[in-house]
C-alpha cells in the first residue's frame, strides 16, 4: 500500500534508525537523506542514527554532518527502522540492502515512477519534484531548523534543474520559499553544489559537446565518455554529472542520451526528454528506470550496439507523438 507515514508514531519504541539511498547518490538522494538525518538528530537527540551512501561530491560535504555519512558497508548493523529514500528498487540500493534486510520495520520515500514498492510502508508519489520535498511534507514545520532545511532545498534544487525542469509544481516552490525563511542561504547552496565545476569537469564536458552526434535528423542528441578519457582527464562519474542535461539544452532537440564506460562494454546510460519521448519505460525496458522526462539504466555491448537499441525505442515513440499530432489537427481542421 502508499502509505504517507506520520514520523512521530513510526519512531515510538525505536532506538536505531538507518537511512540510505540509490547507488551513485545525486543531490536529491544525498539532499532526502541528509535532511531526514538532521531532523531526526535534531528532534530526537536519543536515536542511535547511521546514514549509509556512496561517495559523494566534494561540494555537498557544505551541508551540516555529511562527513558523517558511512562510504563503507563492512559493518554489520540491524536497526528498528530503515528509511530507503529516492530508490525505485532493492537494487539500486547497493551494498546498502543488506541494512534494508536486516531491519525489524522499512519504510520507502520516493518520487520514481518505476517504483512498485518494496518496503512495508511505501510513500510514493511520481509528482513530485523530489525526494527531498516528499520528506518536507513529513516533518513538523515547527521543527525545521537551518541545517535540515539546507539539505533539502538542495534535493530539490537538483532534481528539478533549479526549478526549470515540468517537475516544479507551485507545491515545490512554496516548499522552497518556506526553506528559504529558515534563513539558508540559496544561491550558495545553488552555486556550490549545482552551478560551479572544476577545471577538469569542464574540459570533460567540453569533450563530450565537442563530440556529440545528432541522430535521427537532430531530434536525438547522443555523447559517450570512454574509461581512458576518464582516466586521461582525471574524472570520475560523479564529475560527469549535468553532461546530460547540457546535452538536452540543445534546440530543437526531443532527447539526449549521455553515457559513460563502467567497464569494458559495460556503459551507465543517462537518457533526457522533452513531452514526446518517455525515457522512463525505455530505461525500465533495458533494467534501469526513473522519471517519465530523466532516466537511466546501465547497458552491455558496443557503442553501436546500445544507442542503436536505445534510439529504436525512441524513434517508435516520436513516430507515435508525430501520428497523434496528425490526428488532432485533422480534427480541429474538420
Same mark, same amino acid.
Given at each position: ?11 515510538? *519504541? ?13 543531490? =536529491? ?18 536515536? =542511535?542514527? +547511521? ?5 559523494? /561530491? ?11 555519512? !558511512? #562510504? ?16 525505485? %528498487?532493492?537494487?539500486?540500493? &547497493? ?15 520516493? #518520487? ?13 508519489? /511520481? ?12 516533518? =513538523?514545520?515547527? +521543527? ?20 526549470? #525542469? ?18 539558508? =542561504? ?14 577538469? $569537469? *569542464? $574540459? ?14 537532430? +531530434? ?43 567497464? /569494458? $562494454? ?8 522533452? %513531452? ?13 528506470? &526513473?522519471?517519465?522526462?530523466?532516466? &537511466? !539504466? ?10 542503436? *537499441? ?12 508525430? +501520428? ?11
Amino acid at each position: 500500500m502508499n502509505l504517507k507515514p506520520d514520523l512521530a508514531e513510526e519512531l515510538k *519504541n525505536v532506538k536505531t534508525v538507518t537511512i540510505a539511498g540509490h547507488i551513485r547518490p545525486d543531490g =536529491d538522494a544525498v539532499g532526502s537523506c541528509m535532511g531526514l538525518y538532521l531532523y531526526l538528530k535534531e528532534n530526537w537527540p536519543e536515536l =542511535d542514527l +547511521k546514514v549509509y551512501l556512496e561517495e559523494i /561530491p566534494e561540494s555537498y560535504y557544505l551541508l551540516k554532518d555529511a562527513s558523517e555519512i !558511512c #562510504h563503507s558497508f563492512t559493518e554489520d548493523r540491524e536497526s528498528d527502522l530503515f528509511f530507503c529514500l529516492d530508490c525505485a %528498487d532493492e537494487l539500486r540500493l &547497493g551494498e546498502a540492502v543488506k541494512y534494508k534486510n536486516s531491519a525489524r520495520k522499512t519504510i520507502c520515500v520516493d #518520487h520514481h515512477i518505476s517504483n512498485d514498492g518494496f518496503c512495508d510502508v511505501n510513500y510514493i508519489v /511520481p509528482e513530485a519534484s523530489s525526494t527531498s520535498e516528499l520528506i518536507y511534507t513529513l516533518l =513538523d514545520r515547527e +521543527k525545521i531548523t537551518r541545517f535540515a532545511a539546507e539539505a533539502l532545498y538542495m534535493g530539490i534544487v537538483h532534481d528539478t534543474g533549479v526549478f526549470r #525542469h515540468s517537475n516544479t509544481a507551485p507545491e515545490t516552490l512554496e516548499t522552497a520559499a518556506d526553506l528559504l525563511r529558515r534563513g539558508i =542561504d540559496g544561491s550558495r547552496i545553488i552555486n556550490l553544489t549545482y552551478y560551479d565545476k572544476t577545471y577538469y $569537469q *569542464n $574540459q570533460i564536458l567540453g569533450r563530450a559537446l565537442l563530440e556529440s552526434i545528432l541522430l535521427l535528423d537532430g +531530434k536525438i542528441i547522443f555523447s559517450v565518455v570512454r574509461r581512458r578519457q576518464m582516466v586521461f582527464y582525471g574524472v570520475g562519474p560523479s564529475d560527469l554529472d549535468g553532461i546530460v542535461q547540457t546535452l538536452m539544452s540543445t534546440a530543437g532537440t526531443e532527447a539526449a542520451i549521455f553515457m559513460y564506460e563502467t567497464d /569494458p $562494454q559495460v556503459y551507465k546510460v543517462s537518457l533526457r526528454s522533452r %513531452d514526446k519521448v518517455d525515457v522512463s519505460s525505455i530505461a525500465s525496458f533495458f533494467g534501469g528506470g &526513473g522519471h517519465i522526462h530523466a532516466a &537511466g !539504466c546501465t547497458m552491455q555491448g558496443s557503442v553501436y550496439d546500445v544507442v542503436n *537499441n536505445i534510439t529504436y525505442y525512441m524513434e517508435k515513440q516520436l513516430q507515435e507523438a508525430e +501520428k497523434s499530432q496528425s490526428e488532432e489537427n485533422q480534427v480541429t481542421e474538420q
